[in-house]
């Protein structure tokens, strides 16, 4: 085999063990201008065909080998990433792997591939898809694998051969991207029908062949590397559970890497391995990955650190030092990433160093340059030119790496153009109106301990019963009401000038109107305006406070086709004027019922934006805790009675490594409670989180000390209730009484069961009758119908109390 570090064998000739000087992870997959998206969709709207949708895909291929070697990465020795997906690259593991679960036996090729990954029903048969979930701590989310003693591991290397020898005639010997074979499984679930206490990990001997007849087919097509991600590693709630211990998943990386490096290459030709480590710290893992048989490693050098001393095993191998952030979008300062650079060899004892992306590109947007944030004003010139300067998206961060990989080869003479103006950048950026505001810091540096607390929440629960007079079981929504395509027509239109803004705000004035009307005929208790002004639940507020900017073409994969345009956080936070004051005060006086204001809290802004790193995470929090204090105290004022922060992201930007768990949870927990505690006892404070595992945060939830908590909890029938319960949960839940994310409307007899099932584990004082979440992806069809059995099962328990 290849290594030419460790053996004399003669490889073929592509096959080298020399590791380029400089790549990235992996790419954005969507296309420049969501190419893919909208190839996906035609597809499965049966607009196009499968040779259609194919063709589509192998032009964006075609177009990002061509855009990364025109970048600067080198065209051969497997520089450049081949990392494209149809849908998601757990999913290909799964479909490469011939793993995926029985339910959908009998379907096969790309038929096989979507019903995995969004279900079929109606002719097709019902199959339900695999379960989707988030990747690390960024907002993209994978497939999860369903993995049982019974699953048959069957190679399918087609949708990985093809592009490298794709890539081949195209000239570029590219580097297949795989999930690995410890993480691939890590990352599964155990399959329905598994014993109790199964743990996947225990079918990695079985997986390994297949692993390794991959490896050799992608070999036979040419490719001189493959990347296994192994991120696995570096996520404690993937490697410390109830059924595997971190020494576990080490004893599996040895073997898995034995079979695969070692094994492999006693006379059988395999590609050389880059093994990745991205979104953390290796840890204890270092010698365990230095011990193995791979050519390289590349390790999340923004996240992580270098390892104490240098590790006995990494003199055979080049450490790849991910040194350009893949996670976020500020332009680098090279010249200090050049120095973290040339101190990888000495600190880890690697053989050679390359440069590369701390992870994958795919969570950061295409390009900067067709980006204009000038609204108009001068401000705006000035912060599209700044912002220009500022930012580095992945078109910008190839140039990074590669100039990086430059200074590594030549000497940083060679490329001290641009690592001057780098610098130039930074350092502008530092100074740049906005990006600190005096006033700002001030009133984060005055803050006290007794701007974080409200009163006892005993007195809170007496002053607000007597304030709102709510019936037992109180009813509600979680805020948005359907997105029509009326409003959406209406809010483009704005966009493009085409209808007034007075035109606009009277249409989502009506639109209020309506909403209100038809929650009071429904028989709502508390009820909201419906959201109809806002395009997102953070980008609006993004658009409103100072210190953020929104892109014009910045998407991001969050699942499938599904795509996110991350607002950027570049300066200090504060608010202009109110926010949400007079469409709340609309919608409250056209009833008697309270109207819950509705606001998404700091958390999930900073979690669904792209945030500063020139400042802690924990300053930013409280600015805009600050920002959004002053808004839920001027509802109040204006009368408002209930006032809702969403946090559906608290869990989200939880750290994978426990040690870093509780500071996070300090801050996190801080700015919420910063954001809310401004208000009189009898204003009541909801919050809203989204999913349904609270294991490790249900202390958090209790410390938000909100007064009312809803919750998702329909498809798991309730569970968490009991678990809210054991952890002396005694404030207001809202466990959601039906899944707003199919169309299914449920019946009054399937609510009843479940607020029954609620009411056995729950004080009914503190019960509330919601949905699981906002409706704004649901249409009338079925949301008038579902909350309307939503109200009379509430009405029918209500009875029995
Ligand atoms: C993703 S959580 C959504 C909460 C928001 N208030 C809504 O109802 O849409
Ligand atoms: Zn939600």
Request: net charge negative; hydrophobic share 45%.
């Amino acid at each position: 085999m290849s290594q030419s570090t460790t053996t004399t064998g003669s490889p073929a000739e592509a096959n080298t063990a020399t590791f380029p000087a400089a790549t990235v992870l992996g790419y954005p997959r969507i296309g420049p201008n969501r190419e893919l998206k909208r190839a996906l969709e035609s597809f499965w709207a049966a607009r196009t065909d499968v040779p259609a949708l194919e063709d589509a895909a192998a032009t964006l291929r075609t177009r990002t080998r061509a855009r990364l070697a025109e970048l600067g990465l080198a065209r051969t020795g497997g520089a450049v990433p081949e990392a494209s997906s149809f849908y998601d690259q757990v999913l290909d593991a799964s479909y490469a792997l011939g793993a995926l679960p029985a339910r959908f036996d009998g379907l096969a090729g790309l038929d096989l591939y979507f019903a995995a990954a969004r279900g079929t029903s109606g002719d097709a048969g019902e199959r339900a898809p695999l379960e989707m979930t988030k990747w690390f701590d960024t907002n993209y989310h994978y497939l999860v694998p369903e993995i049982g003693p019974g699953t048959t591991f069957r190679l399918d290397a087609s949708r990985f051969v093809g592009p490298v020898r794709e890539a081949a005639a195209e000239g570029l010997d590219t580097r297949p991207v795989v999930v690995g074979p410890v993480t691939y499984l890590l990352l599964s679930k155990a399959a329905d029908d598994a014993p109790a206490g199964f743990e996947p990990l225990s079918r990695l001997g079985d997986l390994l062949p297949v692993y390794a007849e991959l490896l050799r087919e992608l070999r036979a097509a040419g490719a001189s590397w493959v990347q296994l991600d192994e991120s696995g590693l570096v996520a404690d709630h993937l490697l410390d559970t109830a059924t595997v211990s971190p020494a576990d998943v080490h004893a599996a990386v040895k073997a898995a890497y034995r079979a695969l490096a070692t094994d492999l290459a006693a006379g059988v030709d395999r590609p050389a391995i880059l093994l990745q480590a991205s979104y953390g710290d290796l840890g204890t893992a270092w010698p365990v990955v230095a011990a193995t048989d791979v050519e390289a490693v590349a390790v999340d050098l923004v996240r992580g650190a270098l390892p104490a001393a240098p590790v006995p095993g990494l003199e055979t191998k080049t450490v790849v030092a991910g040194v350009v952030d893949g996670h976020n979008i500020w332009r680098a300062d090279l010249g200090a990433k050049a120095d973290l650079v040339d101190a990888v060899a000495a600190a880890t004892g690697a053989g050679a160093v390359a440069v590369g992306t701390s992870t994958s590109l795919q969570h950061v947007p295409h390009d900067v340059e067709p980006e204009s944030w000038d609204d108009g004003t001068a401000a705006g010139a000035e912060l599209d030119a700044n912002l220009h300067a500022w930012l580095a998206f992945a078109d910008q961060k190839v140039g990074e790496v590669v100039a990086l990989g430059t200074a590594l080869t030549d000497g940083r003479d060679a490329v001290a153009d641009v690592l001057a103006a780098a610098s130039a950048a930074v350092a502008g950026r530092r100074d740049a109106a906005g990006v600190r505001v005096d006033a700002v810091r001030a009133r984060t540096a005055a803050l006290q301990p007794g701007d974080f607390e409200r009163g006892a929440h005993a007195e809170r629960v007496t002053a607000q019963r007597e304030r709102l007079g709510l019936p037992a079981l109180p009813t509600t929504t979680i805020g948005s009401f359907p997105q029509t395509v009326e409003i959406r027509r209406a809010r483009a239109a704005h966009a493009r000038g085409e209808l007034t803004t007075d035109a606009y705000e009277q249409a989502m004035r009506d639109e209020i109107a309506r909403v209100v009307t038809l929650q009071e005929e429904l028989g709502l208790d508390v009820l909201v305006h419906g959201e109809a002004e806002r395009n997102d639940m953070v980008q609006y507020f993004a658009e409103l406070l100072d210190g953020f900017a929104v892109t014009t073409n910045g998407w991001v994969q969050s699942y499938g086709s599904r795509c996110t345009r991350p607002s950027i956080l570049w300066g200090d936070v504060s608010r202009p004027e109110p926010m949400t004051v007079r469409w709340a005060q609309y919608a409250q006086s056209l009833t008697e019922k309270p109207v819950k204001g509705m606001l998404t809290g700091p958390v999930t802004i900073m979690a669904w934006s792209f945030v500063r790193d020139d400042v802690p995470l924990a300053e930013t929090a409280n600015q805009i805790g600050l920002a959004l204090r002053d808004e839920v105290v001027d509802l109040e004022a204006a009368g408002i009675a209930v006032v809702q922060v969403d946090e559906p992201a608290l869990r989200e930007l939880l750290p994978l490594r426990q040690a870093d768990q509780a500071a996070y949870l300090d801050w996190s927990v801080g700015s919420f409670r910063l954001a809310t505690a401004g208000v009189r006892p009898d204003t009541q404070v909801h919050t809203h989180l989204c999913y349904s595992e609270f294991g490790e945060v249900i202390g958090a939830i209790d410390g938000l000390d909100a007064d009312v908590t809803s919750i998702e909890a329909a498809r798991s029938r309730m569970e968490v209730v009991p678990e809210l319960q054991d952890a002396g949960f005694s404030r207001g839940v809202g466990p959601g009484v039906y899944d707003i994310h199919s169309p299914r409307v449920p019946s009054v007899a399937e609510v009843t069961e479940l607020l029954e099932l609620a009411v056995k584990s729950v004080d009914p004082n503190l019960l509330w009758v919601n949905p699981d979440c906002g409706l704004k992806t649901r249409g009338y069809a079925e949301t008038t119908p579902s909350l309307a059995h939503l109200v009379e099962a509430a009405h029918a328990v209500r009875a029995t109390l």
